[in-house]
């Protein structure tokens, strides 16, 4: 449809069928090029009958769940976690998914009001501005408590050596 307005190119594509010796079979290899961050990125598939937009289109999406689990390993620490159950699979990929979605959610209400450019940041991007955000506060206080470091160090020591709990007797039972 006309609009009147004039067309932007956000990518430029270039598409061939290819046999790599690597891999068995024949591949698609689609070349993109955004012109506005003067970059290139090829994409490799096995899909031989989509287009090169459908390529760039899936991969897109793709991209998204590639990103939340990347967050979920390295800002999360969801590798880490030991699992035994199917019923802890799901409560920690709940709990990452909720975690997830309040920070996309605070890197949107940033971007409305002003704080952000309209351009979303990553989800390391958010950790990194709360982490510098809470390193002033931290200086701040330091400064303007003259026994902020004392009272702080006097809760460290407490905290250098802790008891074990005692147990309680076990009951037999017969």
Request: charged share 30%.
């Amino acid at each position: 449809m006309e609009t009147g307005k004039k067309e932007k190119v956000i990518y430029h594509l270039k598409i061939s069928t290819v046999r790599l010796n690597s891999l068995p079979g024949k591949h698609r290899i689609v070349q993109s090029f955004d012109p506005a961050k003067k970059t290139t990125t090829y994409l490799l598939t096995n899909e031989l009958t989509w287009e090169g937009i459908k390529i760039v289109t899936v991969y897109c999406h793709r991209w998204v769940i590639e990103e939340f689990f990347r967050n979920a390993k390295q800002l999360l620490d969801m590798e880490g976690a030991t699992v035994r159950s199917e019923q802890g699979v799901t409560l920690a990929l709940c709990l990452v998914s909720w975690i997830d979605f309040l920070l996309h959610l605070e890197n949107c209400k940033q971007c409305t009001a002003g704080k952000l450019s309209k351009e979303s940041l990553t989800i390391p991007s958010i950790v990194r501005q709360a982490q510098f955000e809470n390193l002033e506060a931290f200086l701040e206080r330091i400064k303007n408590d003259e026994n902020f470091i004392e009272k702080w160090v006097e809760v460290e020591k407490e905290n250098i050596e802790r008891k074990r709990k005692r147990r309680k007797k076990l009951v037999v039972i017969e």
